[in-house]
């Protein structure tokens, strides 16, 4: 239903979009909203519909929280390699991409996130989450109610 918005949004005005950005599956500013996965399928559905000549990934992809468990501060922005060509070249050349702050490669951060990054690799943490996903959602749906608000039997 949500989406239906977005879609309007873009099928109105596509000729004038140049990117759709998103927080992957849970929207932390502001409060803990979450939606479902397929909202991202008919996102991409809908981009290649409406903004998109062909199949295409990402541009841009900026993880952040995640990179290091969420206890502290760290992005970053991935791109493909023909964006990174595009900007790679001697600093003299003034081509460069340059943009960082004096937060910049802070080794305890980068630390933390490699230590995220083995956890995830190791302990299959991904799968576990999918499969603890889908028992809580089947676990809670004897709370949910149906369309006419009543409250379903327990």
């Known amino acids: 239903r949500q989406f239906a ?3 309007t949004i873009l099928k109105q005005h596509a000729e004038n979009v140049c990117a759709v950005v998103i927080e992957l599956l849970v929207q932390c500013a502001g409060s803990m909203r979450m939606y ?3 909202y991202l399928t008919l996102l991409r559905e809908a981009s290649d519909k409406y903004c998109e000549q062909g199949a295409i990934s990402p541009d841009f992809l900026c993880p952040s929280k995640g990179l290091t468990g969420g206890y502290l501060p760290l992005s970053a922005v991935l791109t493909t390699d023909k964006i990174y060509d595009a900007f790679y070249d001697n600093y003299t050349s003034q081509k460069a991409f340059l943009h960082s ?3 910049t490669g802070n080794a305890l951060v980068c630390r ?3 230590a995220t990054l083995t956890i995830f690799e190791k302990q299959n943490v991904l799968e576990k989450n999918t499969r603890l996903a889908a028992k ?3 676990l809670s ?3 949910m109610y149906t369309n006419t608000h009543e409250k379903k039997a327990c």
């Open 36 to 38: 479902d996965p397929i």
């Open 112 to 114: 933390t996130a490699l």
């Open 5 to 7: 918005h977005l879609e």
């Open 101 to 103: 702050h004096s937060y």
């Open 136 to 138: 809580i959602a089947e």
């Open 141 to 143: 749906k004897r709370f």
